[in-house]
């Protein structure tokens, strides 16, 4: 977490300061906004920008959109002014703090734009072979592919890997390369020279030097245009990168983190993707499951977000309900733990009662979320399950293999061999068993008929 304070407010940042640097924030300090541009122009960086409520804070946020530099801005002053709070959020800031600080204020602030609250919840074989893998080859500089479908966690997985590095104390740095137009993306990636194009009205460090001696992450490195892919070969084989309109090449130190939610072995095919990078990328690949195939990671990844968001809503904390389990394990989960986690938000604030109950587990809509988006056969078909495994229980073993082999022979209209074969047991068992059943006045099918009748002949 960076964190760039702007102004002095005659001392009362110094505890600011103090307070973000407990909470593992790395400060930097600039007088005014010329100062603060120059500090995220020159390869610094900052994760979130702490401004003085004095400055002109709409200024410094077209000088930063003109740039395309993406820095969220909190505003804060010595004032409780609410003139002065409403004036600072219509400018562009996204919060306004009073000082001097509250300390758990400010932790929540960095917590919030961090979003370190993003932690590797995992109970399934299958996610835990993965992290396995993850933190076997953490220590290591190779580069590596995160691949899985969307929301399935990529980058937080790509986090746990940085932070158990040994480039942990240095930058963790993300690109998302398929949410930045083409032509800005290798000036984002690699930086520019002034004037190299219009409105490059100063130099601009790119992500690359910024993640100098830490990780670098490549989000959806699929996505990136062919012609900058060979750019990007060249800095991963070499490293050293050029600047946009530079006139030498910039040695990096940075590890490579690349993620995917496509077949990038068919993007090759196609043409899409060189087969070059991809094994430059492709190290070490950690295969992220889907969440619907770890299914033991549903439940434990749901009371997660029931406490996560019962503590920030500040409603009391409630268990799920076995029907509301039932609910969770069997929905398929297209969009992962991403939707998981927005299921669970809209639950917290729905729920009544003592439980988080079936009712509260709905869709976007509203719908309940076991019955939405289900074709009428599968949700016919999914209750007719549920009957029948109800059926079963108080039953004997030997009442339920007795309805078994009867319906399965009615099914085949009487015919011992085709009977024996769907219940996998052999004729002569098959034939021992409808015995067995004869002598106790069971109607059994006689062979060759649809047809039922009672008798030892079986």
């Known amino acids: 977490m960076r964190l760039l304070i702007v102004g002095t407010l005659k001392g009362q940042l110094t505890t600011a300061t103090k307070i973000a640097m407990d909470n593992g924030a790395t400060v930097t300090h600039a007088e005014d906004s010329d100062q603060a541009m120059r500090v995220v122009r020159g390869g610094k960086g900052a994760d979130l920008m702490l401004v003085d409520v004095a400055l002109d804070i709409r200024d410094l946020v077209m000088r930063l959109e003109a740039e395309h530099i993406h820095v969220p801005i909190v505003a804060c002053g010595i004032t409780t002014d609410a003139r002065a709070a409403v004036a600072a959020i219509h400018a562009g800031a996204k919060e306004y703090i009073p000082l001097p600080p509250d300390p758990e204020l400010i932790a ?148 490579i983190i690349a993620t995917s939610n496509r077949n990038l072995a068919d993007a090759v095919k196609e043409g899409k993707f060189r087969e070059d990078l991809l094994f430059r990328l492709n190290v070490v690949n950690l295969k992220i499951p889907a969440l619907r195939d770890r299914p033991a990671d549903i439940l434990e990844l749901a009371q997660h977000f029931a406490k996560k968001y019962a503590d920030a809503n500040g409603v009391p904390l409630r268990p799920i309900s076995p029907d509301a389990r039932r609910v969770l394990t069997t929905n398929r989960w297209q969009g992962n733990v991403r939707e998981l986690e927005n299921t669970m938000h809209r639950a917290v604030l729905m729920a009544s009662g003592d439980e988080i109950g079936a009712d509260a587990i709905l869709s976007p809509d509203g719908d309940r979320l076991d019955l939405t988006r289900t074709p009428p056969a599968v949700a016919h078909a999914t209750f007719a399950a549920e009957q029948v495994t109800r059926a079963l229980v108080g039953r004997t073993v030997a009442d339920v293999e007795r309805d078994l082999i009867l319906e399965t022979l009615k099914h085949c209209l009487g015919n011992r061999t085709h009977a024996a074969n769907i219940l996998g047991i052999s004729i002569r068992t098959l034939r021992n068993k409808l015995n067995e059943y004869a002598d106790d006045g069971q109607p059994i099918p006689p062979p060759g008929s649809g047809e039922v009748r009672s008798a030892a002949a079986a």
């Open 108 to 255: 929540a602030v960095l917590a919030a734009v961090a979003n370190d609250s993003r932690d590797l919840i995992y109970r399934d074989d299958a996610m835990a072979k993965v992290v396995k893998l993850a933190q076997q080859i953490a220590g290591s500089d190779a580069s590596v592919m995160i691949t899985g479908e969307s929301g399935t966690g990529k980058e937080v997985l790509a986090r746990y890997v940085h932070t158990r590095s040994n480039r942990a104390r240095k930058p963790f740095i993300s690109i998302n390369c398929a949410a930045i137009p083409e032509h800005l993306l290798e000036s984002e990636l690699f930086g520019h020279e002034k004037g190299s194009f219009t409105g490059a009205i100063a130099r601009r460090i790119g992500k690359f030097e910024e993640a100098t001696g830490g990780t670098l992450l490549l989000d959806e490195v699929s996505e990136m245009d062919v012609r900058l892919q060979s750019k990007l070969l060249r800095a991963i084989q070499e490293r050293v990168i050029d600047r946009v309109g530079g006139t030498r090449p910039v040695p990096v130190d940075i590890r």
